[in-house]
């Protein structure tokens, strides 16, 4: 009776072994991360349709109300805020592709079985930018240049800085380069109840 409960707890305990190798087996490494994030680093500081091509799926779209902001140039459009700023490969293409490559750098990176958070900062003089995203993944089809594609990706920064970057937003702040408010208060709508 004993060795039947040795038996019955061998087999359970390999089959929990075998399917959480089977699960590992279909998650990405800290450096099948980095790559990853590189490879979206690159699209943006070394663009190329080739790099498009070998890091986003098919499938790809971008989720960023900060990019969509500054596409929209503080208007209603043509990029719906909380909609797919680009929600293709080709878009992603056509979009980023005419924009002038963009040096940033990552200062972290956490990563799941199949996605990517990455901090990053790029200077845009006068200010410092920085933004955070995340990338969601799938398994490139075999004997593909990188091993995971970088399926969605949501991102998010300062856009703010980069309108001032652009010239496009122009600050009022003192000597000491401190904001400067006027005393007309600015009324904003209640939300819910006021206790």
């Given at each position: 009776?004993?060795?039947?409960?040795?038996?019955?707890?061998?087999?359970?305990?390999?089959?929990?072994?075998?399917?959480?190798?089977?699960?590992?087996?279909?998650?990405?490494?800290?450096?099948?991360?980095?790559?990853?994030?590189?490879?979206?680093?690159?699209?943006?500081?070394?663009?190329?349709?080739a790099l498009v091509m070998v890091?986003?799926?098919?499938?790809?779209?971008?989720?960023?109300?900060?990019?969509?902001?500054?596409?929209?140039?503080?208007?209603?459009?043509?990029?719906?805020?909380?909609?797919?700023?680009?929600?293709?490969?080709?878009?992603?293409?056509?979009?980023?592709?005419?924009?002038?490559?963009?040096?940033?750098?990552?200062?972290?990176?956490?990563?799941?079985?199949?996605?990517?958070?990455?901090?990053?900062?790029?200077?845009?003089?006068?200010?410092?930018?920085?933004?955070?995203?995340?990338?969601?993944?799938?398994?490139?089809?075999?004997?593909?240049?990188?091993?995971?594609?970088?399926?969605?990706?949501?991102?998010?920064?300062?856009?703010?800085?980069?309108?001032?970057?652009?010239?496009?937003?122009?600050?009022?702040?003192?000597?000491?380069?401190?904001?400067?408010?006027?005393?007309?208060?600015?009324?904003?709508?209640?939300?819910?109840?006021?206790i």
């Open positions: 009776m004993l060795s039947r409960a040795y038996f019955l707890a061998a087999v359970t305990l390999l089959t929990v072994i075998s399917s959480a190798s089977n699960q590992t087996s279909h998650c990405m490494s800290r450096a099948d991360a980095q790559q990853v994030a590189d490879n979206y680093q690159n699209l943006q500081t070394q663009f190329t349709e890091s986003l799926s098919e499938g790809f779209a971008l989720y960023s109300d900060s990019t969509s902001e500054l596409i929209n140039s503080g208007c209603n459009g043509p990029v719906p805020m909380g909609e797919a700023t680009f929600s293709s490969r080709d878009a992603f293409l056509a979009g980023q592709g005419s924009q002038p490559n963009l040096p940033f750098y990552q200062f972290g990176l956490w990563h799941t079985c199949k996605q990517v958070v990455v901090r990053w900062r790029f200077f845009n003089a006068p200010l410092i930018i920085t933004g955070i995203m995340a990338l969601e993944t799938i398994p490139a089809p075999p004997n593909a240049t990188f091993p995971w594609l970088i399926e969605t990706v949501y991102s998010e920064f300062d856009s703010g800085s980069w309108l001032v970057g652009l010239g496009l937003l122009i600050p009022n702040c003192d000597s000491n380069g401190t904001a400067q408010y006027s005393r007309k208060r600015r009324a904003l709508p209640m939300i819910g109840h006021v």
